[in-house]
T-cell receptor, first 114, second 111 residues
Framework: KAGVTQTPRYLIKTRGQQVTLSCSPISGHRSVSWYQQTPGQGLQFLFE???????NKGNFPGRFSGRQFSNSRSEMNVSTLELGDSALYLC?????????????FGSGTRLTVV | DAKTTQPPSMDCAEGRAANLPCNHSTISGNEYVYWYRQIHSQGPQYIIHGLKNNETNEMASLIITEDRKSSTLILPHATLRDTAVYYCIVPRAGNNRKLIWGLGTSLAVNP
């Protein structure tokens, strides 16, 4: 079956711009989580969506937002980009059953802010 | 999440077993131990998880001590493709839904 698909794979943006990243989960998976990975901080949880509702949120500023559509596809948006937003952004999907942490991750979108 | 402690790096010879330890002394009775790995520039890959019994799948075996304060991930016959960063995670029980990632163990499998 198809895995988690993230688009685009690579992105270069200028400070102050905004960016939208997309994630298509595995068919039947209703939970989509987003993580930011940088060399200094490792993987940091951004937020999780389930049935079009944000269910959990990490400690990121309001410039980071997301949404989930009825087909479970998700997007995340970062406004007013800063150099420090350069990172690998990872999306993970799961069935979201109770206690289910067996996530399937996509290959990520590598964002470079210049 | 329960705090986990892993060695920062390990080496293993190709074809030998790789035993990756993890300490999670503050684990609660109903919290699972999850293992993921991340090969360079790819997304993390789920390997295995367990509660208190030993678990085995096509990728690895997970040995959890009787007091559940530590565990060991075993790759029985390591290959060069197993070179990766391995993460041991103990998610908080309940519906928190987020994983707290440490720095993991960087495993180098040498020819």
């Amino acid at each position: 079956k198809a895995g988690v698909t993230q688009t685009p794979r690579y992105l270069i943006k200028t400070r102050g711009q905004q960016v939208t990243l997309s994630c298509s989960p595995i068919s039947g998976h209703r939970s989509v989580s987003w993580y930011q990975q940088t060399p200094g901080q490792g993987l940091q949880f951004l937020f999780e969506y389930f049935s079009e509702t944000q269910r959990n949120k990490g400690n990121f500023p309001g410039r980071f937002s997301g949404r989930q559509f009825s087909n479970s596809r998700s997007e995340m948006n970062v406004s007013t980009l800063e150099l420090g937003d350069s990172a690998l952004y990872l999306c993970a999907s799961s069935l979201a059953g109770q206690g289910d942490y067996g996530y399937t991750f996509g290959s990520g979108t590598r964002l470079t802010v210049v | 999440d329960a705090k986990t402690t892993q060695p920062p790096s390990m080496d293993c010879a190709e074809g030998r077993a790789a035993n990756l330890p993890c300490n999670h002394s503050t684990i609660s009775g109903n919290e699972y131990v999850y293992w993921y790995r991340q090969i360079h520039s790819q997304g993390p890959q789920y390997i295995i998880h367990g509660l208190k019994n030993n678990e085995t799948n096509e990728m690895a075996s997970l040995i959890i001590t009787e007091d559940r304060k530590s565990s060991t991930l075993i790759l029985p016959h390591a290959t060069l493709r197993d070179t990766a960063v391995y993460y041991c995670i103990v998610p908080r029980a309940g519906n928190n839904r987020k994983l707290i990632w440490g720095l993991g163990t960087s495993l180098a499998v040498n020819p």
